[in-house]
């Protein structure tokens, strides 16, 4: 039950990027981590949105074409 609900968790912070409510978000992923579903990645892609680093991780050529949560 607990790896439902850490995908449950991972896919409400989904929801929230794409709403772009990128705190909230960040809880969800760090939930979804506490049950063992790794977020890793879509955590990091928050935490770079949430402290600017988006320009120092991606290209320019590639940040208009990055599917971030696929």
């Given at each position: 039950m607990s790896a439902?609900?850490?995908r449950?968790?991972?896919n409400l912070g989904i929801l929230y990027c794409?709403?772009?409510e990128y705190d909230k978000a960040e809880e969800y992923?760090?939930?979804a981590n506490r049950f063992g579903v790794n977020s890793h990645y879509?955590?990091?892609i928050?935490?770079?949105i949430l402290n600017n680093n988006w320009d120092n991780n991606l290209s320019e050529d590639n940040q208009g074409?990055?599917?971030v949560w696929d």
């Open positions: 439902d609900n850490g449950i968790q991972n794409y709403k772009e992923f760090l939930a879509n955590l990091q928050v935490n770079n074409s990055y599917k």
